[in-house]
């Protein structure tokens, strides 16, 4: 019996040191941990902050690109108006001329035949 005792006595020991080595591992984990997630912690913030600054930098560039390119289709649009007109113009005279080139032919042949 005084076997089972003291067996029983050494693991309540056992036991009870378990119990106050997990109970010093959280403090343990609170003082070495802590700081290094506090330190993680303020580095997160200032690469967010670094981020948010590249972030505003692009888009500031997205935007002249985007005023740009409108600008572009403005003046595309500008000349394929001018263009449009001057092909109009084109089309007009090139008419004109055929008709003239009719008209001179009728007449040629009017003179010969008078």
């Known amino acids: 019996m005084r076997g089972r005792k ?3 006595r050494a ?3 056992s036991l009870s040191q378990e119990v106050l080595v997990v109970e010093k591992v959280p ?3 609170e ?3 802590l700081p290094k997630l506090s330190e993680i ?3 997160l913030k200032s690469l967010r902050g670094e981020m948010q600054g590249e972030l505003k930098s692009i888009n500031t560039r997205i935007d002249s690109v985007e005023t740009k390119l409108g ?3 403005r003046r595309l649009t500008e000349n394929d108006r001018r263009l449009s007109e001057k092909i109009d113009d084109l089309d007009k005279r090139l008419d004109i001329v055929q008709r003239l080139s009719v008209l001179e032919a009728k007449i040629r042949d009017q ?3 008078s």
């Open 71 to 73: 600008e572009m289709d």
């Open 6 to 8: 003291a067996k029983n």
């Open 11 to 13: 693991s309540c020991r």
């Open 27 to 29: 403090g343990w984990i």
């Open 41 to 43: 912690k303020v580095e």
């Open 31 to 33: 003082k070495v941990l």
């Open 111 to 113: 003179e010969r035949k």
